[in-house]
């Protein structure tokens, strides 16, 4: 199983960054893909969650700037970020586990703790 996280970069205060998240190696109709981040001495936390039936979710931080979509075919995860505050800078994650319906609950409250599959970071920067 792979996920490859790219899209990473340095944009200026209320820019735009598309991520992707290509994935290989499982059934990804039956996965939620979800993406994290990390900021330098804080915890990773959940930012956004597309299961597998297209349901998505958002972190209050983040909810009406990004939006995450999935295309199946291409088996790969999208998460448009518009409005980029420096509070965003981050490297950013993504992550797959089977659609058990308690995903997005446990990226909230476990941080992804679980998660058996994860990408390599991409980081954001956000100037001011």
């Known amino acids: 199983v792979q996920l490859q996280a790219s899209g990473g970069g340095l944009v200026q205060t209320g820019g735009s960054l598309r991520l992707s998240c290509a994935v290989s190696?499982?059934?990804?109709?039956?996965?939620?893909v979800a993406w994290f981040r990390q900021a330098p001495g804080k915890e990773r936390e959940g930012v956004s969650l597309?299961?597998?039936?297209?349901?998505?979710y958002y972190a209050d931080s983040v909810k009406g700037r990004f939006t995450i979509s999935r295309d199946n075919t291409k088996k790969t995860v999208f998460l448009q970020m518009n409005n980029l505050k420096p509070e965003d800078t981050a490297a950013y994650y993504c992550?797959?586990?089977?659609?058990?319906?308690?995903?997005?609950?446990?990226?909230?409250?476990?941080?992804?703790?679980?998660?058996?599959?994860w990408g390599q970071g991409t980081l954001v920067t956000v100037s001011s």
């Open positions: 992550a797959a586990e089977r659609d058990h319906g308690s995903s997005w609950r446990r990226a909230v409250e476990y941080r992804g703790s679980g998660y058996p599959y």
């Open positions: 190696g499982l059934t990804f109709d039956d996965y939620v």
């Open positions: 597309v299961n597998s039936g297209g349901t998505t």
